[in-house]
């Protein structure tokens, strides 16, 4: 390919473009996306004397609006053209904002790649967020336009993408940029065979991504003209995730893709009696059609999560589950465990405004045979549809749930789910929860008593719960099973020096966490050398001295050998919370505070590598990866390790970003934005959001929560006085 040797206007402006893209996070998804538009246009216009032709490995996507043309044939064709103008801006700047070009729309479908200028090695995996991102927020879009589902509105987009070789370049008479070959025509291919609100890649996608999503194989497609089809896949369902569920914590499970990882899995050891006693109530379930509900107890990293995974992965296959842990950072938050559990089975996000969030949810129910007008009431209940007058919302008498309130609805939902299958439900981290949503899931679970359900509740705190029938405690592991886990987690060296397994077990006392930690610890350290096969010992490099004695201790000791970048990007996470958003790490914060974090990406994935945090396959917020910390306790010590003078700022960042990228869903989690102001010295920002967190907690029925709240309203002088007198009147005496 000619090239000159100055670069040209249109290098310049390409150069420029990437620059751009790739920075989206910290520019600002609207400012960075009217940035690429003007200088995609700048570039493509621009002449040189580079005629771009070659060939290229490209990701194509194709995405189309799956009932478009009755839709056009049914309105009038300036509408549609409004319509589709509209959606043509969307997409391009979602493809923009996952530093993809937009190459061509046809109607109602559009046609990008990744790729064709220069590789990254993360080009599949921004596809896949640009995949997510317009599945996410075109239903948004639609019902914005205000076209109705099922009447004139499309019901959703369709998506393919491929990998491959494709001839790049411009040609024609017009010199046209154009992007041609198989792999086009496989993505369109893949895209027909994708339901609407899906997206259908192949096995070429599959392989490029580092943190593949839990994935389920779609019959192999036939292509035109090819003997060979291929091999076709799509994000599995969250039901689907759960049972593969080597998913401790969150949402989370550790890349599968056959990579060694230092989070590459521990194999499950022991744990056979308490396995037995899960197998045996849901076995007693499935027989008597009867709702039993099992606490699982034990101390911070002794293996509940652990326990639970195996115990989903073992159950049959069209059993019914639904996981969800809470989060610390929205104890406070009225309904927040209810929505996070909700949210997770009916797709919503954190960031969906309430309207959608709503829709998602009626159509939710459609799906599993709930009545939409509890739907409705659901929603409200949630705080996704407000202001409602009243939690208190009357129950389909006929079901006979003749009490009224949220726990009757959440009743009524569980029960649909259970009608055609036993349901097993397990809640993580319950310490956590709000307290609304806890009394909701206790009333709720009791009230169901004849249903085939299962509830499993984890805690760390030994707690009450009324509707409990059994409690596993978990005890440490006995020392046959903690050397057990120490050798597998060693397993790559042969023999496994005595000295290692002595090192990691001796301080332990069977925590399987401390355990891990300890032969991370050693990795660390460059005792055991990874990259040798089999492994290498350095016997020199065991820790002789020095070695913390308590778990904190050695975590905190792994996060002071890091980079002070990566620890630094740790630290900024950790005011999150257990889990967090990629582009928050690269907004900037206070004028002259601390600068963005360079590459975050890159950055998270080595320390992913060393087991210290982990990519969940959604994100809650819409448009950026979601990360967590690998363990809670980590992300308390990484917490603990933010100067005191430090945390003013981020908790600043943190409340700034979060209003940013949750819109108008911010209000639903009010409690918590208002939690960083406060913690950001910002008392004036907090109490506007404490008062509308104190009118959320009102309207969903919580009002020891709503009072709370109120009174932290009240706390900082600058509430305006209308809004002091309404809540002073609420405070003294209605609530
Ligand atoms: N029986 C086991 N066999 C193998 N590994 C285990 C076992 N139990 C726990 N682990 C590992 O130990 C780590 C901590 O376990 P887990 O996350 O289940 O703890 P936890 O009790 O849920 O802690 P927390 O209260 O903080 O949520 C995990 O990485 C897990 O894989
Ligand atoms: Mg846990």
């Not at 310049?12 to 473009?17: Q, S, T």
């Not at 609304?436 to 008593?449: P, V």
Request: proline share 5%; hydrophobic share 45%; charged share 25%.
């Amino acid at each position: 390919m000619p090239r000159s040797k100055k670069p040209c206007e249109k290098e310049l402006l390409e150069r420029a473009l990437r620059l751009v893209s790739d920075h989206v996070g910290e520019i600002g998804g609207a400012a960075a996306s009217a940035a690429v538009k003007i200088l995609r246009a700048a570039a493509d216009r621009a002449g040189g004397e580079r005629n771009f032709r070659r060939r290229a490995r490209i990701i194509v996507l194709f995405a189309d609006l799956a009932g478009y043309t009755p839709y056009s044939e049914a309105t009038d064709a300036e509408e549609v053209s409004a319509f589709v103008g509209g959606l043509w801006e969307h997409l391009d700047h979602l493809v923009h904002a996952a530093g993809g070009r937009v190459l061509q729309h046809f109607g109602d479908a559009i046609l990008a790649v990744w790729g064709d200028e220069t590789a990254r090695e993360d080009d599949a995996e921004r596809a896949l967020e640009c995949a997510a991102a317009i599945l996410g927020t075109v239903p948004a879009y639609i019902q914005a336009c205000g076209l109705e589902a099922g009447k004139t509105a499309p019901p959703g987009m369709r998506v393919g993408i491929h990998a491959g070789p494709a001839f790049v370049g411009e040609i024609g008479s017009v010199g046209e940029y154009a992007v041609l070959g198989d792999t086009v025509n496989a993505a369109a291919r893949l895209q027909t065979a994708a339901t609407p609100g899906q997206t259908v890649f192949s096995e070429a996608v599959l392989r490029l991504l580092k943190y593949p999503p839990v994935v389920r194989e779609l019959p192999p497609l036939a292509l035109k003209g090819k003997t060979e089809a291929i091999k076709a896949y799509t994000i599995a369902k969250r039901e689907e995730c759960a049972r593969e569920s080597a998913s401790y914590g969150p949402t989370l499970r550790p890349a599968r893709s056959g990579r060694k990882t230092a989070l590459q899995e521990s194999s499950m050891v022991g744990r056979e009696q308490e396995l037995r006693a899960l197998s045996g109530l849901f076995e007693g379930i499935a027989a008597h059609g009867l709702a039993r509900t099992a606490l699982v107890l034990g101390d911070a990293g002794i293996g509940k999560s652990r326990l639970i995974a195996e115990f989903l992965s073992r159950l049959p296959v069209g059993t019914g589950i639904i996981v969800a842990s809470a989060r610390e950072t929205a104890r406070d938050s009225p309904n927040a465990f209810l929505r996070s559990i909700i949210g997770r089975e009916a797709d919503i996000l954190d960031s969906d405004p309430g309207d959608m969030a709503t829709a998602k949810l009626v159509s939710h129910a459609e799906a599993i045979g709930l009545e939409k007008g509890i739907a409705r009431a659901f929603a409200r209940f949630l705080g996704y549809e407000g202001p409602a007058e009243t939690a208190c919302v009357p129950i389909d008498e006929k079901r006979g749930l003749t009490s009224e309130g949220g726990y009757a609805l959440l009743a009524a939902y569980l029960r649909a789910r259970s009608r055609e299958t036993t349901l097993v439900i397990t809640l993580e981290d319950m310490t956590w929860a709000d307290a609304a949503s806890r009394s909701a899931i206790e009333d709720a679970l009791e009230s169901l008593s004849e249903t085939p359900i299962l509830a499993l509740l984890a805690s760390r705190e030994e707690t009450e719960f009324r509707s409990a029938d059994a409690r596993i405690r978990l005890d440490s592991l006995p020392s046959k099973e903690a050397a057990a886990l120490a050798s597998s987690l060693l397993e790559g060296l042969s023999p496994i020096p005595s000295e290692l397994l002595e090192f990691s077990l001796s301080r332990a006392e069977g925590n399987p966490y401390f355990i891990e930690e300890c032969v991370r610890f050693l990795f660390d350290r460059g005792a055991v050398d990874r990259s040798a096969s089999p492994w290498a010992y350095d016997a020199r490099k065991l820790p002789k001295k020095g070695v913390p004695l308590a778990l904190a201790d050695l975590l905190q000791a792994r996060l002071d050998a890091l980079e002070p970048a990566d620890r630094g990007i740790l630290e900024t996470a950790s005011v999150f919370g257990r889990v967090f958003w990629l582009s928050a790490l690269s907004a900037r914060g206070r004028p002259g505070g601390r600068a963005a974090h360079s590459n975050p990406r890159k950055r998270l994935e080595a320390l992913a590598e060393r087991g210290l945090v982990l990519k969940n396959p959604a994100s809650t917020v819409a448009g950026t990866e979601e990360w967590c910390f690998a363990h809670n306790l980590l992300r308390d010590v990484a917490y603990d390790r933010v100067l005191k003078s430090d945390r003013p700022e981020l908790h600043e960042r943190a409340a700034r970003w979060l209003l940013d990228h949750l819109g108008s869903s911010a209000a639903r989690e009010a409690a918590v934005i208002a939690e960083h102001f406060a913690h950001a010295g910002r008392p004036s920002d907090a109490a506007g959001l404490f008062a509308a967190a104190g009118d959320m907690a009102d309207r969903v029925g919580d009002p020891r929560a709503a009072a709370r709240l109120y009174k932290r309203a009240l706390d900082s002088e600058s509430l305006p006085p209308a809004a002091k007198t309404r809540i002073a009147q609420r405070l003294a005496g209605e609530l």
